[in-house]
């Protein structure tokens, strides 16, 4: 009489395992055409400057000011005070305050300063496109979850946080990281920090005409 062979469950084992490699595998992929195209950067925005139409200011940076970051002064007239605009329409993410305020307002312009950027806030365009607007001279006139429009007001400049004297710090955002910021689909020049230099700009954040 001949003996039985042992079943052999090795082959059947195998097969489920590579069945259940190609199934993760597939998932994984699938995945990735999903989430791959949510990850990246959208076109540009039509960005403008965050200030009043008409209004001519100065754009500005200096060493260890790091790349990219704005400083905007207006060429005439106080700076305390002045409208904050949005840049472009979105949804506002944070409006709060940066660090600490210090105590630098109009009536004590050389108070003490505090840290970060004061009161601030941030604002999200969608496509992974975001603008930061800092040193506020009060509470931001916006709150967290709000959808804005271009030119709508967000706050006043001021000099909370750390800052020396009344303006704007702005800022562009693809992503995570910083690019140059661009107003009415042009450069506005300031790049790297490697020196102090100024650019003028007039704004166009106008209202809209009506037909």
């Not at 750390?162 to 995570?176: D, K, M, T, V």
């Amino acid at each position: 009489m001949t003996a039985e062979r042992p079943y052999d469950s090795r082959p059947r084992r195998r097969a489920v395992r590579v069945a259940s490699v190609v199934g993760v595998l597939t998932a994984l992929v699938a995945a990735a055409v999903v989430v791959v195209p949510l990850l990246r950067p959208g076109p540009r925005p039509a960005f403008h400057l965050p200030v009043a139409c008409g209004e001519t200011w100065r754009l500005s940076t200096y060493p260890g000011h790091d790349d990219y970051d704005v400083d905007l002064f207006p060429t005439t007239g106080e700076a305390w005070g002045r409208p904050v605009l949005a840049s472009a329409a979105g949804t506002v993410t944070v409006a709060g305050i940066n660090g600490s305020l210090g105590g630098r307002t109009p009536q004590d312009p050389d108070g003490p300063r505090g840290r970060g950027g004061g009161y601030w806030v941030k604002i999200d365009h969608g496509g992974r496109w975001e603008t930061q607007y800092l040193h506020l001279l009060e509470p931001p006139s916006v709150r967290a979850g709000q959808r804005v429009a271009r030119g709508d007001q967000l706050g006043r400049v001021g000099s909370t946080g750390n800052s020396g004297a009344p303006h704007l710090h702005y800022e562009q955002r693809r992503g995570w990281e910083k690019v140059e910021t661009h107003f009415d689909g042009v450069p506005s020049g300031i790049t790297s920090d490697d020196r102090a230099y100024t650019v003028r700009l007039t704004s166009a954040n106008c209202p809209p005409t009506r037909r």
